[in-house]
């Protein structure tokens, strides 16, 4: 193999041309600049196709790892727009659970007599019979004939009672009948169940009884089971028969009877007659305590 300088080049002499090569090549800079520049220019596109893939590669990444972010991002948005949504529907059910409540400690027409809330458990599945059962008995002071109303008006009274739970029979009970009274002109009438949860009639009303339609009845306090002056039904219609002495009278009840969920047990102001229950054959014994 042959080398540049030959073996019988002394050490000076070789570093001597190294300095001068390097001193013209320092030189001679300024002068290969615009070559220089030409140069780069003319390869500089072969240097950007060299980097076009790996620039490529680059935004591909990017853009994949952008696209894998926001599908995340989307996803956990859509959980917890889920849960805000679940929240949402709690938070209205509540509210109108705390307005029914409301509604019911603050519908008194006496507020001085003791109140106790109750919740249905059950509609009897009867069609003949309008009966719903509720979660109070007799550990709770319930007794046979206690009135119930809901935040709108009279929805019936107790007719069983159990320890734990009684059963209601509803207005609207063909077999149920309640003393009424027109706030209009406080004439007094009989307000018997059809068993349509919608409509009462009222009997023996004859025609010349001052009675129209859009007329408010509310509780006559008479009988002695629904205190004085709740709400009961509104005058629906009027219906005359030829002849007949008596007019057909229906009414709406004021009370939701097909919708009721909470309802509200009546005490009366008077000496309260508690029922307790002695033996299992539902024997009774009574007694009166003072409010």
Known sequence: ??????????????LLIFIIISSVLILSTERMTPYRVYLTT?????????????????????????????????????????????????????????????ALLGSPVQPTQRKLIARVQAVDTDPFRLHVMINKGSVDGVF?????????GVVGQVVEVSQFNSRILLIADNSHAIPLRNQRNDVRLIGEGTGDLHQLELQFVTKSTDIKIGDLLVTSGLGGVFPEGYPVARVSG????????????????????????????????????????ASDDASASHTIKEQ
């Open 42 to 102: 003319l390869l500089s596109p072969l240097q950007y196709l060299a980097n076009a893939p790996i620039e490529a590669l680059d935004v591909v990444s990017s853009n994949v790892k952008s696209r894998s972010t926001l599908i995340a991002e989307n996803e956990q948005l859509r959980r917890h727009e889920l849960l805000v949504a679940d929240r949402l529907l709690k938070l209205k059910h509540l509210e109108q659970e705390n307005k029914r409540l409301r």
């Open 144 to 152: 046979i004939g206690q009135p119930v109303v809901d935040e709108d």
């Open 238 to 277: 009027i219906a005359n028969r030829g002849s007949e002495i008596y007019s057909t009278i229906q009414v709406e009840p004021i009370a939701q009877l097909d919708r009721v969920r909470y309802l509200l047990l009546l005490w009366p102001n008077q000496p309260t007659v508690e029922v307790s229950n």
């Open 1 to 14: 193999m042959k080398t540049i300088f030959s073996r019988r080049f002394p050490t000076s002499i070789r």
